[in-house]
């Protein structure tokens, strides 16, 4: 099968390691367990997810997409696949109320929403669901997935992997739109997604 990019490159960015935890539903997603506990996820089934979710993203007005990372790690993907594909990022603290109460400053209507781990960005889900605002996301082996419309299984706390995840993502939407040919890749690779090093975060 040729995938999106090689095999080895979501090896190396260790986009196919798991937790040692693995929730019902995503083990349908993994292919094996190591002897330290680990399970690994299916590159097959991460690459066919990634298609399909790029298809589904690309059919909305950039505009009304709001991509979600509360995770450290996450944030800088986010920002880059907004500022090629001109969706909405919404990083760091989530403010209750986002999705649901008009009355807020930060308040936003989208028409769809792309968090990068169910876990932390709770807050997102739980809001877009209650006004029926479809979620797509990257699961970990550990997530838990209600919720969530579409998951994308993979390693989604690794500064690498998250660079790669959101790289190929954005790629393949704006080929998908037509705004990159199909042999064609963005004008950065995935290092300038990745976040450099964690800065201290003050209250």
């Not at 997603?29 to 993203?57: H, M, N």
Request: with cysteine.
């Amino acid at each position: 099968m040729e995938t999106l990019v090689p095999v080895e490159l979501y090896r190396k960015m260790g986009v196919i390691v798991g937790t040692q935890i693995c929730t019902k539903y995503m083990k349908k997603f993994t292919y094996k367990i190591l002897p330290e506990g680990f399970y690994l996820l299916d590159v097959s089934k991460i690459d066919e997810r990634l298609r399909i979710a790029a298809k589904f993203l690309s059919t909305f007005n950039p505009e009304k997409i709001a991509v979600v990372s509360v995770r450290v790690y996450g944030q800088k993907p986010v920002q880059m696949m907004c500022k090629y594909v001109g969706c909405k990022p919404i990083v760091g603290r989530i403010v209750p109320g986002t999705f649901t109460n008009p009355r807020l400053s930060a308040y936003i209507e989208p028409d769809v929403v792309l968090v990068t781990d169910p876990r932390t960005d709770r807050q997102a889900i739980v809001e877009a669901s209650r006004v029926g605002i479809p979620v797509v996301a990257f699961a970990d082996t550990d997530n838990k997935v209600d919720m969530i419309d579409l998951v994308i299984p993979a390693n989604n706390r690794g500064r690498k992997s998250l660079a790669l995840l959101y790289w190929i993502l954005t790629r393949e939407i704006l080929r998908n739109k037509g705004i990159l040919p199909p042999d064609k890749d963005l004008d950065v690779g995935p290092e300038e997604f990745m976040v450099v090093k964690v800065v201290e975060q003050t209250s």
